[in-house]
């Protein structure tokens, strides 16, 4: 297995003019009076502060739903394993979540997701947020903080059926965890090759998106309308770039997990909370997330 190379602190402190080591400090202090969290490395740290714009008391409220949601959805955060989890290896072939090599105009960084097998009967799109969530975390650690991070979805291989399969429970923890605790800058969210089905999926994503996210959702029919945000040739050749054929590009990203799943596996041992330990009252996923079965899986006739 291949051996992680993490950004350092210094690499950061270098890259961010703005990033200080009182900030660090303070927070490294608060964090030893939080005896459940997990040991946090200073570039976590910078990462974190970097995030929320240097602000320190949404980067202490971020620390938080970050530990503490990787602790309590383990069907997005445990046993990470493409090798031996078989739904998870299933996800992979139905799936591509990956980072593309060139960014934005701005800098921003591209996170690039379209289903590649169009058969629904499959998909279960927690495996999905899994697969996502595993190609962001790899990349946040080796490359630490960057200016943004955008997403582009492309629906060309979504149907009804996969539709059907959407969960609003699966909905309201992701959106948590990326909104809350999720330590990227996103500038925005682009949905490409859209069509009337979209409406359906965003009455579902609505009610658990903050007005601040909703403002970065685009909608793009044709490319036309995304090259003013997203330069055409970075994307994968079946979407209109130059990047490359979409399956060798999701087979590289694959290759990469798979390569660092002894990583992936020393995360989850090392970087969850220990409600035991947490000042006060324990925090478990009802807390969190409201009672599982008041959310029944989308019904469609």
């Known amino acids: 297995m291949a051996t992680i190379k993490l950004v350092s ?77 078989k739904e998870l290896k299933r996800a992979s072939q139905l799936t591509t979540c990956q980072i593309l090599e060139k960014s934005t105009q701005e800098g921003y960084t591209i996170i690039y997701i379209q289903i590649i097998d169009s058969d629904p009967a499959q998909f279960l799109h927690n495996d999905a947020f899994k697969l996502l969530n595993m190609v ?3 990349w946040l650690y080796m490359k630490g903080t960057c200016d943004g991070h955008v997403i ?19 909905f309201k923890k992701f959106f948590y965890y990326l909104q809350e605790g999720l330590p990227v ?31 970065m959702l685009r909608m793009h029919i044709t490319n036309e309308t995304l090259k003013k945000f997203i330069p ?3 994307l994968p050749n079946e979407a209109g770039g130059k990047a490359g054929p979409i399956l060798e590009l999701h087979d590289r990203q694959m290759k990469k997990l ?29 807390d969190l997330f409201g009672v599982e079965g008041s959310f029944k899986k989308l019904e469609i006739d």
């Open 136 to 138: 962001i975390d790899l």
């Open 185 to 215: 800058r996103l500038q925005g969210v682009h949905f490409i090759n859209t069509f009337p089905i979209i409406d359906i999926i965003l009455n579902m994503m609505k009610p658990f998106m903050k007005k601040q996210l909703m403002d």
């Open 9 to 85: 602190y210094e690499d950061e402190l270098k890259k961010n003019p703005e990033l200080k080591k009182s900030d660090v400090e303070a927070l490294r202090e608060w964090c030893e009076k939080q005896p459940h969290l997990p040991k946090i490395s200073d570039s976590m740290l910078a990462l974190f502060l970097h995030s929320n714009y240097y602000r320190l008391e949404p980067t202490k409220a971020c620390i938080e739903v970050y530990y503490t949601t990787r602790s309590h959805v383990p069907e997005f955060f445990n046993d990470r394993d493409i090798i031996n989890n």
């Open 258 to 286: 798979i390569d660092y799943t002894a990583w992936f596996k020393e995360e989850e041992t090392n970087s969850r909370v220990n409600e035991a330990f947490r000042p006060g009252k324990e925090k478990t996923a009802e």
């Open 152 to 170: 582009v979805i492309n629906m060309s291989n979504i149907s009804f059926g996969h539709v059907s399969r959407l969960s609003p429970m699966g």
């Open 232 to 234: 055409l040739d970075v």
